[in-house]
């Protein structure tokens, strides 16, 4: 009797470790053109994620790796083993998306065709800014994350160029789009930890 519940009693021990280690979530920064307002967008995000306490909150930007066009190189490059490491070390993403044409940017894409295991059976949620709040590239990036085997996640907040950004380029966002953060940070939480159990 004193063998199991020494060995129970350890394997209760384990899941509970388990349980309450901190989630992993990286803000990814869509944008790598020269005056983005995307870092505005990301850390009002992170700072919002912070204040929770659920998860360790990070913001990543595809800027910082130098990924060069997919297939024009032999793919040596350190930039493109950093990213995917990054991504291997998360368990959940939030995408930064604005609308270039209907569609995500060049970059994004670039960057999520750099990696594909480091992807798979995580959960993100979608910021998105635009004339029409990004929901086009929202939706272009919600096909290429089932391809990936990215669970993303319902709620969506949208951000307007009209109404939450000065001139265009100072972000200063509603008050409204708080509980949207929120509520899409709720369910990136519950499903990421969902889905490390598959991993």
């Known amino acids: 009797m004193g063998f199991l519940n020494k060995l129970f009693g350890k394997q209760i021990k384990e899941e509970k470790t388990m349980t309450t280690k901190k989630l992993n979530i990286g803000i990814i920064l869509g944008s790598t053109r020269e005056g983005r307002v ?4 990301g850390e009002w995000v992170k700072n919002i994620a912070d204040k929770r306490g659920d ?3 990070e913001i990543v930007d595809i800027a910082d790796y130098n990924l060069p ?5 032999d793919g040596t490059e350190p930039g493109i083993a950093a990213w995917n490491e990054k991504l291997a070390e998360l368990d959940g993403f939030v995408f930064i998306v604005q609308e270039y044409n209907h569609s995500i940017t ?4 670039n960057a ?3 990696a594909r295991e480091a992807w798979n059976n995580k959960a993100a949620g979608i910021v998105s800014y635009g004339s029409t709040g990004g929901a086009r590239a929202a939706e272009h990036l919600r096909g290429i994350m089932g391809e990936l085997m990215i669970a993303d996640v319902r709620v969506h907040p949208t951000l307007s160029l009209f109404t939450d950004f000065e001139n ?3 972000f200063k966002p509603a008050e409204l789009h708080l509980t ?3 509520a899409m940070l709720d369910q990136v939480i519950a499903w990421s930890g969902a889905l490390k159990t598959l991993r």
Do not use: E, H, I
Request: hydrophobic content about 40%; overall charge neutral; proline content about 4%.
């Open 180 to 182: 949207n953060v929120n």
């Open 112 to 114: 999520l065709d750099f």
């Open 38 to 41: 995307s870092p505005q967008v």
């Open 55 to 57: 998860a360790n909150y």
């Open 168 to 170: 265009g380029t100072v």
């Open 106 to 109: 060049g970059a994004l894409k």
């Open 69 to 73: 066009f997919l297939g024009t190189t």
